[in-house]
């Protein structure tokens, strides 16, 4: 018997080993969700916002490396997949959108919410398509998933209402050819690179996740170079640890100055897997060396001298092949030597400004006098507790803004931790879905989303998923009752702060009205058994912790121009009308 388009589509999701889909029901997908209702093993999670599925599609893709998969019905839910897809697309990760869309016979009528899919996610998508014949299938949808796999992106396949219950002629199934090529550079490129890096007196590493699955060779690498290794944000996963004694932590805003200072007193840069996009933190004048899987991504940051198009495990294999002999001892390693230096005095600092008993010290006081008055709990506090009691094995997501901030500094990615977060996008709202769809992988995983109160806020009816699908999250919400990074840009351009204050209600109250469980620290001294009953309480929790609104993020390079801009701002915001809300 010919099987319908809706009953092909989900049996080939799976056969392709997809176990969860995620999106709102709507009529236009009322085939295709009932499929996978009488279909076993695979589940529909029902969110509450279509924008939240596709974010939870997106993060399973991205630590699993396979095929997340979101749908959104006809109109608007399709539209409010976009921005969670543009994050997939911009973190390169295998995404398929099914779209529902208006009956077939009344395409391009202007008929009621019909929008046109193919326009929609045309700069969004590496594959799009609208079914318009039960038998352009299975073909259509095995060409959506191959692009998709194979050009790491968003696939949307769009499917008119009444097309699902229709039958194929054939009974042919989808099939799927997925073997994963590795490309290797040219061999000349190759040894071209190693004479360069073996004429170098100071090598560093900036290393991006794109050679996380090369971690050994890697570490090999920086061995041979006596390199420091600073490492991009989503490289944390994978590189850090008290067993890589090469990593120096990031640059950039979110970075350190040991970071900073490794690129900058290096003659040669070894760039591996990564992307990193700013271009104020690349020195100028040293000699560069890229390895990417993407021949587009070469030079296109920073001036490259050597070029290497391949696999990033191959070709650091091919270029220790070629790098002179390490045993000989003729390397060098103050350069690493100092910049560790660095790094260990900087984590020094770093680890007092996180003890919870720092205010009550001289120093602190006196701190406390200039930036924290109301004596709110530090969010550097909060973050290195989690950092304590979280598992080994724990996955990790952030809210963009000074969410992720605290992540980068205190949070460490040992043992088998992994951390996933709009890095790319850099939107709002993503850390709570990203976490559910993390959690729906392995309801034996310790998930921890480091939320925004600002981003928490923009998609907080999917606590009621989390609750539903009894998954147990744990939401750590960083309440400091501002949008903060746009607080301290403001700031740090000389502007006094406005429009960045946010009315919030108490959080854990209001997950306590969702049937999460609710937890809210106020005071410095409970913030340590709070987190720990957070994480020793069954199914989903909300931890709400007030935390100072006026901490500052130091960037690893600080200028002069930022620090005079912070103290004009403040000047202002301190002579602001007595009639102005402050938020406090």
């Given at each position: 018997?010919?099987?319908?388009?809706?009953?092909?589509?989900?049996?080939?999701?799976?056969?392709?080993?997809?176990?969860?889909?995620?999106?709102?029901?709507?009529?236009?997908?009322?085939?295709?969700?009932?499929?996978i209702?009488?279909t076993?093993?695979?589940?529909?999670?029902?969110?509450?916002?279509?924008?939240?599925?596709?974010?939870?599609?997106?993060?399973?893709?991205?630590?699993t490396?396979?095929?997340?998969?979101?749908?959104?019905?006809?109109?608007?839910?399709?539209?409010?997949l976009?921005?969670?897809?543009?994050?997939?697309?911009?973190?390169?990760?295998p995404?398929?959108?099914?779209?529902?869309?208006?009956?077939?016979?009344?395409?391009?009528?202007?008929?009621?919410q019909?929008?046109?899919?193919?326009?929609?996610?045309?700069?969004?998508?590496?594959?799009?398509?609208?079914?318009?014949?039960?038998?352009?299938?299975?073909?259509?949808?095995?060409?959506?998933?191959?692009?998709?796999?194979?050009?790491?992106?968003?696939?949307?396949?769009?499917?008119?209402?009444?097309?699902?219950?229709?039958?194929?002629?054939?009974?042919?199934?989808?099939?799927?050819?997925?073997?994963?090529?590795v490309?290797r550079p040219?061999?000349s490129?190759?040894?071209?690179?190693?004479?360069?890096?073996?004429?170098s007196?100071?090598?560093?590493?900036?290393?991006?996740?794109?050679?996380?699955?090369?971690?050994e060779?890697?570490?090999?690498?920086?061995?041979?170079?006596?390199?420091?290794?600073?490492?991009?944000?989503?490289a944390?996963?994978?590189?850090?640890?008290?067993?890589?004694?090469?990593q120096?932590?990031?640059?950039g805003?979110?970075g350190?100055?040991?970071?900073?200072?490794?690129?900058?007193?290096?003659?040669?840069?070894?760039?591996?897997?990564?992307?990193?996009?700013?271009?104020?933190?690349?020195?100028?004048g040293?000699?560069?060396?890229?390895v990417?899987?993407?021949?587009?991504?070469?030079?296109?940051?920073?001036?490259?001298e050597?070029?290497?198009?391949?696999?990033?495990?191959?070709?650091?294999?091919?270029?220790l092949?070629?790098?002179?002999?390490?045993t000989?001892?003729?390397?060098d390693?103050?350069?690493?030597?100092?910049?560790?230096?660095?790094?260990?005095?900087?984590?020094?600092?770093?680890?007092?400004?996180?003890?919870p008993?720092?205010?009550?010290?001289?120093?602190?006081?006196?701190?406390?006098?200039?930036?924290?008055?109301?004596?709110?709990?530090?969010?550097?506090?909060?973050?290195?507790?989690?950092?304590?009691?979280a598992?080994?094995?724990a996955?990790?997501?952030?809210d963009?803004g000074?969410?992720?901030?605290?992540?980068s500094?205190?949070?460490?990615?040992?043992g088998?931790?992994?951390?996933?977060?709009?890095?790319?996008?850099?939107?709002?709202?993503?850390?709570?879905p990203?976490?559910?769809?993390?959690?729906?992988?392995?309801?034996?995983?310790?998930?921890?989303?480091?939320?925004?109160?600002g981003?928490l806020?923009?998609l907080l009816?999917?606590?009621?998923t989390?609750?539903?699908?009894?998954?147990?999250?744990r939401?750590?919400v960083?309440d400091?009752?501002?949008?903060?990074?746009?607080?301290?840009?403001?700031?740090?351009?000389?502007?006094?702060?406005?429009?960045t204050?946010?009315?919030?209600?108490?959080?854990?109250?209001?997950?306590?009205?969702?049937?999460?469980?609710?937890?809210?620290v106020?005071?410095?001294?409970?913030?340590e058994?709070?987190?720990?009953?957070?994480?020793?309480?069954?199914?989903?929790?909300?931890l709400d912790?007030?935390?100072?609104p006026?901490?500052?993020?130091?960037?690893?390079?600080?200028?002069?121009e930022?620090?005079?801009g912070?103290?004009?701002?403040?000047?202002?915001?301190?002579?602001r009308?007595?009639?102005?809300?402050?938020?406090?």
């Amino acid at each position: 018997m010919a099987r319908t388009v809706a009953r092909l589509i989900v049996d080939a999701l799976s056969e392709l080993g997809v176990r969860q889909v995620f999106g709102v029901v709507g009529d236009a997908l009322n085939p295709v969700t009932d499929a996978i209702r009488t279909t076993e093993g695979l589940e529909w999670v029902g969110c509450r916002h279509e924008e939240a599925a596709a974010f939870a599609a997106s993060a399973q893709s991205q630590l699993t490396g396979t095929l997340g998969v979101c749908m959104g019905t006809v109109g608007p839910g399709s539209v409010h997949l976009l921005n969670g897809l543009y994050d997939a697309a911009k973190s390169h990760a295998p995404v398929l959108a099914i779209a529902g869309q208006v009956p077939l016979a009344e395409l391009g009528s202007d008929y009621f919410q019909e929008v046109d899919n193919d326009a929609l996610f045309s700069d969004v998508a590496v594959f799009r398509a609208t079914v318009t014949s039960p038998d352009q299938l299975p073909q259509m949808l095995e060409t959506a998933v191959r692009n998709a796999l194979g050009r790491k992106g968003v696939a949307v396949l769009t499917v008119p209402g009444d097309l699902g219950e229709r039958e194929l002629t054939t009974d042919r199934p989808a099939r799927f050819s997925l073997n994963a090529p590795v490309s290797r550079p040219d061999e000349s490129a190759v040894r071209r690179a190693a004479e360069l890096l073996d004429r170098s007196e100071r090598v560093t590493l900036l290393v991006g996740e794109g050679a996380r699955a090369a971690r050994e060779d890697v570490l090999t690498l920086a061995d041979r170079l006596a390199a420091p290794m600073v490492l991009t944000l989503k490289a944390k996963a994978g590189f850090e640890g008290h067993d890589n004694p090469f990593q120096v932590g990031q640059t950039g805003l979110i970075g350190n100055p040991a970071a900073a200072a490794a690129l900058d007193d290096a003659d040669t840069l070894l760039l591996l897997g990564t992307d990193f996009p700013y271009r104020d933190w690349y020195p100028e004048g040293r000699t560069v060396v890229q390895v990417d899987t993407e021949a587009t991504h070469i030079g296109r940051r920073v001036p490259v001298e050597v070029g290497l198009v391949g696999d990033t495990g191959a070709t650091v294999r091919d270029l220790l092949g070629h790098l002179a002999d390490g045993t000989e001892g003729a390397r060098d390693r103050s350069h690493l030597e100092k910049a560790r230096e660095r790094f260990d005095r900087w984590r020094g600092g770093q680890a007092r400004l996180a003890d919870p008993a720092h205010d009550r010290s001289v120093v602190g006081r006196v701190r406390s006098a200039l930036d924290n008055r109301a004596h709110d709990i530090r969010p550097e506090a909060l973050a290195a507790v989690v950092d304590r009691v979280a598992a080994d094995d724990a996955v990790f997501t952030s809210d963009t803004g000074m969410a992720t901030v605290w992540l980068s500094r205190f949070v460490e990615m040992r043992g088998e931790r992994r951390l996933v977060g709009s890095y790319n996008l850099g939107s709002m709202a993503n850390a709570m879905p990203q976490a559910l769809g993390a959690q729906c992988l392995d309801r034996d995983r310790q998930v921890v989303a480091f939320c925004g109160d600002g981003g928490l806020s923009m998609l907080l009816g999917d606590l009621m998923t989390l609750k539903t699908h009894r998954l147990p999250v744990r939401l750590v919400v960083f309440d400091n009752r501002r949008l903060g990074m746009v607080k301290l840009e403001q700031e740090q351009a000389g502007l006094p702060e406005f429009g960045t204050v946010l009315d919030n209600p108490d959080f854990a109250a209001v997950a306590e009205a969702m049937g999460i469980t609710g937890i809210r620290v106020t005071d410095p001294a409970e913030l340590e058994d709070g987190v720990r009953r957070a994480f020793r309480t069954e199914g989903p929790v909300l931890l709400d912790v007030l935390t100072n609104p006026d901490e500052v993020a130091v960037p690893a390079k600080p200028t002069v121009e930022q620090g005079w801009g912070f103290a004009v701002a403040k000047m202002k915001e301190v002579v602001r009308s007595h009639g102005e809300p402050s938020g406090h």
